[in-house]
């Protein structure tokens, strides 16, 4: 494998913590899997805020475009909460998502047999749960113009933002759907609220159209957004891939999430269109934020970071090999009874970020 360019930014609150985990992970493939990255690494957030007065800079955004691979921490930063929407540390990752086309985010939401206890519903709703959501990132009411707030003439203020998709967008988010479905249980479920938004009408209508046309072996259907929250907490193994816009995404995608017992065990991947050159710009962060509440003592669980390098090798290099060994790794670790305090259970044993971290590479080790 010719050398791959790596970015990596950490970010704000746990981000540089559980990042210093993935270090033990590429350390192990140079050492035991001959596979070196040529890494960079970066300010993002509020720790680029701090040091250069913007959210990210151009140049993080170039580096990102010429990278084969970003791994992205988390940001968000309470002492940045009071300014102006452009000056938060969230804008670097929303622009990142921009800048590089990155509109179909993969969010896993599966269940490790060992935890099956730590999440907040039953046992025998959740075991063996294997959901993916794909989620529009660069269109809908995130971006959508007109936005703003506005005085009204009688002095009242006016907050607006605009849902919007076309033809085009919402049909290459769904077929990222139908293909990953193809390669899983061949079952699409397409979410919006076409009862109330034209948006959402349009989103049914394309992705009805793309099925009959290109992909009518996958099973579709077409459920609204309210409904399927409450379907994801009443019976969540009817969900193969979920596709949907991007504010319907973050919230089911929190809520598919916790299914599973910890927002701290959820990797992603955001990927943009394959480009003419045949690089495909992608980029893999935890779903969890950077929890500045527990930021610095190390607790956090650094598994979600670690399982996003493992989607990284998976769809960025077709490392399928190592990425296997990687998610074993976690499983077994979690099997011997090691928990980080997000997923503690009673008579297990309670551990740091970087006992778990050393934990998984002497799992790997063992391989
Ligand atoms: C996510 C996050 C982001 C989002 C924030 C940090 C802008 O919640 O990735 O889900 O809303 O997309
Ligand atoms: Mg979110």
Redesign the pocket.
């Known amino acids: 494998m010719s050398t791959k360019k790596l970015l990596i930014l950490p970010g704000d609150g746990i981000g540089p913590e559980v990042m210093r985990e993935v270090a033990r992970v590429t350390a192990w493939l140079s050492r035991k899997r001959d596979i070196t990255f040529e890494i960079d690494e970066d300010l993002v957030g509020g720790a680029s805020l701090a040091e250069y007065g913007v959210p990210i800079r151009d140049e993080v955004i170039e580096k990102a475009r010429t990278a084969d691979a970003v791994l992205f921490g988390s940001v968000g930063d309470p002492a940045w909460s009071h300014v102006g929407f452009d000056k938060r540390p969230e804008v670097a990752i929303l622009k990142l998502r921009q800048e590089l086309g990155l509109f179909a985010n993969l969010r896993p939401a599966k269940v490790f047999d060992a935890l099956v206890d730590a999440s907040t519903l039953k046992a025998d709703v959740i075991k063996g749960l294997d959901i993916m959501i794909v989620r529009e990132t660069v269109g809908g009411i995130y971006f959508g113009e007109p936005r703003g707030i506005e005085t009204l003439p009688n002095g009242e203020k006016r907050g607006i933002n605009t849902e919007v998709y076309t033809t085009s967008e919402i049909e290459r988010v769904a077929r990222v759907a139908f293909d990953l479905a193809r390669k899983r249980n061949n079952s699409v479920c397409s979410v919006e609220k076409c009862n109330v938004m034209e948006s959402g009408l349009l989103w049914k209508e394309v992705v009805t159209d793309l099925h009959a046309r290109e992909y009518s072996d996958v099973k579709l259907s077409h459920m609204l957004a309210d409904n399927c929250a409450m379907q994801l907490v009443r019976n969540p193994a009817q969900f193969d891939v979920i596709v949907t816009g991007n504010l319907f995404g ?1 919230l089911l ?2 809520l598919a999430s916790m299914l599973t017992g910890s927002l701290g065990m959820l990797p992603s991947a955001t990927l943009g269109a394959v480009q003419e050159d045949g690089r495909r710009p992608a980029l893999y962060e935890p ?1 969890h ?1 950077s929890a500045p509440d527990i930021a610095g003592q190390g607790i956090a669980n650094p598994i979600a970071q670690i399982l996003s390098f493992a989607m990284l090798l998976r769809y960025s290099f077709d490392l399928q090999t190592e990425a296997d060994m990687i998610e074993a790794a976690v499983a077994a670790v979690l099997a011997t009874g090691l928990r980080t305090a997000d997923i503690m259970s009673p008579g297990l044993a309670r551990v740091g970020t970087d006992v778990m971290g050393e934990a998984i590479v002497r799992e790997l080790d063992k391989m």
Do not use: H, V
């Open positions: 973050d995608s929190d779903i934020g």
